[in-house]
């Protein structure tokens, strides 16, 4: 018995829920998860900024350097706040792999797990405290017989700031002691 409230699919709602999730959401095969490497971040030393990637089993996405120039590179874009300077975006290799729509010709793609990462310099104007700031990771998810619309995923970065001279530890060693290629 049904109570007051409860939703009954009708055919046409269940045939529509099946159709949307033929074709799922680029922005949910990809799960960005933001690393500082050092804590606190003294004014003046150069830290970086991990984002780690999970790819959904099935998908994959382009390289930084993907193999043809039509393709959609993998990118990582920081909006730093005053006080911030970037040295250098490091991409990892990627792996070549072939696909059904592409036999002959390997891939250079992603899949699995990735890790981008961000140098960067707490200059001594950088706000003293917390300091959270926005990244953008744009990739192209596809799978061995579809590409997803690109998207571009937002990734809070939250980085605690200290005075020039303030003792730090290493922060994530399990994630900064493999190094990162251009």
Request: aromatic share 8%; with cysteine.
């Amino acid at each position: 018995m049904l109570a007051a409230g409860d939703f009954v699919p009708s055919a046409s709602s269940a045939a529509a829920a099946q159709s949307s999730t033929d074709v799922p959401n680029p922005a949910a095969i990809v799960k960005p998860r933001a690393f500082v490497s050092l804590a606190p971040v003294p004014r003046g030393k150069e830290f970086q900024v991990a984002v780690a990637v999970e790819i959904a089993p099935g998908y994959h996405m382009n390289s930084h350097h993907p193999t043809d120039q039509y393709l959609i590179a993998t990118t990582l874009t920081a909006k730093l706040p005053t006080g911030f300077e970037l040295r250098d975006t490091l991409y990892p290799a990627g792996r070549v792999e072939k696909f059904s729509f592409s036999p002959d010709k390997g891939l250079d793609v992603y899949s699995g797990s990735v890790t981008l990462k961000l140098r960067l310099i707490a200059h001594n104007d950088a706000p003293i405290g917390a300091v959270t700031f926005p990244v953008t990771l744009r990739y192209q998810a596809c799978n061995d017989t579809t590409c997803l619309p690109p998207v571009k995923v937002p990734v809070d970065v939250r980085v605690d700031v200290a005075a020039a001279g303030t003792a730090t530890h290493t922060a994530h060693p399990e994630i900064f002691s493999t190094p990162a290629t251009k």
